[in-house]
């Protein structure tokens, strides 16, 4: 098995901007759609590329990018555990 995360960013910050910028770019293609029209829905797939695709892998993600580098997962014979390491500081 990897280590690898699949929807994890590199930094907290880093994630929650992503965050901010996909719900942002949903909520507002929504609320200026009786104001700007058509036009407001290009804000779309800003928000969906923002998101990675949809909010639900933003959220799993947000967990991942948290808890990376806290919890290890090792497997032994067909049988997995997760362990949490100390975090210095």
């Given amino acids: 098995m990897s280590d690898k995360t699949d929807f994890a960013s590199a930094s907290l910050p880093r994630h929650l ?6 719900f942002g770019a949903l ?8 104001f700007a029209g ?6 779309l797939p800003v928000g ?4 990675r695709g949809c909010p639900m892998c ?21 049988y997995c555990t997760l ?5 210095a500081g």
């Fill in 17 to 22: 901007t992503r965050g901010a910028v996909g």
């Fill in 27 to 34: 909520v507002g293609s929504i609320a200026l759609l009786p």
């Fill in 38 to 43: 058509v036009i407001a829905l290009l804000l």
């Fill in 48 to 51: 969906l590329i923002a998101l």
């Fill in 58 to 78: 933003w959220a799993i993600g947000l967990v991942q990018t948290v808890s990376m580098g806290r919890l290890r997962r090792s497997c032994e014979d067909g």
């Fill in 83 to 87: 362990t949490t390491e100390k975090v």
